[in-house]
């Protein structure tokens, strides 16, 4: 019986979770179907690759020396899939991903136009939520992967930056803030705050900015409210400044009602983040789109 990919990813996969179910449920297959791969492999080399317990399993020690094989075979087919990609020029299937807030309503909006261009037979279906969320679909394989304000944090979760983004101060246009040329963290503090909701990821990203840069004066919070629009409509309306992505302004901007403005010393800089589970084999569609968005020159659509 000769060898194949599909026997070592089962195998890794199984080292990975720990034990057959979790394995089967990982690569949506039955139980039995892993065990039988497993088994095959295992009748290839002539060899016992797990201890296996009524408890638990544990790798032979062939198993532990395969281990390190198979991790470069599923790595291997992850490259190939994004080298030949620009190949595939009639990549077709339907692409399932999860955004969060700044990223599903202001940037994706503009990037998916150019995308489907280029790619008019991947048909992309995404859907808007928070990161817990996201997170909750890619574990539960409703989602092949999504777009999220900060690394996540889990063995079990691959994390890469694919995209830079700045939050700036935003205030009307006729506030005391538009016209100073220089504004510091003194300035700002003397008027109400309008903000997204604790734990978002914008917020997020300007408290840490300012915690790692010991400005401990608390600010004004007059608002907290659940949706960047919802915030500027808030600003626009004189309620209050905000901290906001400067991309998600860009339309109020253009039209004179908001204006961004630089806090002399403090840059809040984040990246955006793509994640899906380390099991996954990306289909060409996600594929497609990750090395989209890998690309330098995103700016002329943003």
């Not at 039209?255 to 800089?269: P, T």
Request: charged share 20%.
């Amino acid at each position: 019986m000769a060898l194949n990919f599909h026997q070592l990813h089962i195998f890794y996969t199984v080292a990975e979770k720990g034990s057959f179910s979790h394995a089967a449920q990982a690569l949506h297959m039955t139980q039995p179907a892993v065990t039988m791969q497993v088994q095959s492999l295992e009748d290839h080399f002539g060899i016992k690759l797990f201890h296996r317990s009524t408890k638990k399993i544990e790798l032979t020690e062939a198993g532990k020396a395969l281990i390190p094989y198979a991790r470069k075979c599923v790595e291997l087919i992850r490259q190939t899939e994004g080298a030949m990609t620009g190949y595939s020029a009639m990549a077709e299937g339907r692409l399932q991903l999860g955004a969060s807030l700044t990223m599903g309503e202001y940037i994706l909006p503009r990037l998916l136009g150019p995308f489907s261009k280029e790619y008019p037979h991947i048909s992309v279906s995404m859907k808007v939520m928070n990161t817990t969320q996201i997170l909750d679909e890619v574990f539960a394989h409703q989602l092949t992967f999504g777009l999220v304000e900060a690394p996540i944090q889990h063995p079990d979760v691959h994390t890469e930056a694919i995209l830079s983004d700045e939050l700036k101060l935003i205030v009307p246009a006729d506030h005391p803030l538009a016209e100073l040329e220089v504004i510091q963290m003194e300035d700002v503090f003397r008027f109400p705050f309008v903000l997204r909701e604790e734990g978002s990821g914008t917020r997020r990203v300007m408290e840490e900015e300012l915690e790692r840069r010991g400005i401990r004066s608390p600010l004004n919070i007059v608002m907290e409210l659940g949706s960047t629009g919802a915030i500027k409509s808030a600003v626009e309306a004189g309620l209050g400044i905000s901290i906001l992505s400067q991309t998600s302004v860009k339309h109020e901007v253009s039209l004179g009602i908001l204006k961004l403005k630089e806090i002399e010393g403090i840059s809040f800089r984040r990246s955006f983040h793509a994640i899906y589970l380390n099991s996954t084999l990306l289909p060409l569609s996600a594929v497609s789109f990750l090395n989209f968005m890998r690309r330098d020159d995103l700016d002329k659509w943003l």
